[in-house]
């Protein structure tokens, strides 16, 4: 009954209530744009502020009056570099968890008296309609974050389970000083190889990994490095996660049927010198991608493959004829995301001499011999600064890999992956295990973490 009653003023409140303030909204959303920082302020009095819209639903219905404050959610998931808000209601309660670098951790379990007021609010927030709990809902909000005074975007999605409704939060800043190629943990002799291709004048260059391994912000961080005033940078994303001055951001959606292949056939039209694809999924957008690579443009893009070399095997898979692959292709990233060592609590050791045997035997190459090697590991206790987690931050992990002749005249016999790995690294890649055992020998990262992540 008590639920009947709940409903019922929800939708009442929804078409009698909300259209009023959705009007002003609506302008304020338009305005955005123009004048960005006093309307967030707007923006927030309405959510937050003492007069805001949920206030006013709070005071106005008693039903709704366990609260838990939305705002300090969105303010302690920023404040612990979380990249995503899990909310989950169980049997019995609602669970909130944050994903930081890249590993769900628990925020809080509140009880159920909380399920409807959370989940309505944030439903509010963005834009969904609260009275729909059948169906799956895509919605997006901004928010300030206090502590920096910057944007943030908002992408919320609510999935029904068998339980209540479950939100995903994305969180998307809107500033993006930091994706630069000098800060995404690319060693030298792999920035050189970088820089060659990225003054290509045509080509296409793969960004392979599994989710969560980072193949985003190297895509950003590749298209920031080009003169953007003078090029027409164009890029398909879904989402559009970070915004680069000069360059043309294009959401997909495909639910109104517009999607990756549509795109890049109009961009096609429109003289793109660069174009930035953000997934190659079908065997359409791989044929569009190639045949824009090998006729005049620089494209960039991201497939789901476990390697470099089996990104060239993904390729043949979706129907791309191996003399168009060796035409087009100029460079292959495959990479990893590794959580760093806390800087501040970290322990030094030194590692067992077989281990370090091991070690020395793959990256003998690029270190100083005389020196004597460190390791550094968890400290299990940890300390203040990493919320007792031990890690702080993520570094990147990778293996390029660069056409060469050697590579087109096996792939274009059909080589197994194992004869390209050999020719790859003959040709100089650095194999992203010999990459990762670098950065533990370089102190970033644990050896434990480089067998998680690339031995298992
Ligand atoms: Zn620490």
New binding site residues.
Partial sequence: MQILFFDLFLIIWYYEFVNIKYMDLKNIFKNQDKKEDTNNSALNELFWGENSIWNEIKTENKILEKDFDVEEIFQDALSRWASDIHIEPDETNLNIRFRVDGTLVNYKTLDESYKSSLIARIKVLGWLKIDERRLPQDGKASFNEKKTNTSIDLRINVIPTIYWEKIAIRLLKKENEWVDLRTIWILPMNMVRIKKHLADNFGLCLVVGPTWSGKSTTLYAMLSTFDTVDKNISTLEDPVEYRIKWVNHTQINPAINFNFADGLRSLLRQDPDIIMVWEIRDSETAKLSVEASITGHIVFSTIHANSSVSTIQRLVNLWIDPLLIVSSLRMIISQRLARKL?P??KIKYKPEEIVKEKVIKRIWKYINPNEELFFYKV?ET??E??NHK?Y?WRTWIYEILEMTDGLEKLILAWASNTQLEIQAIWDGMVNIKDDALLKVALWEISLEEVFNILWN
């Fill in positions: 806390c501040h609590c400290n940890g300390c600064k990493c031990w702080k």
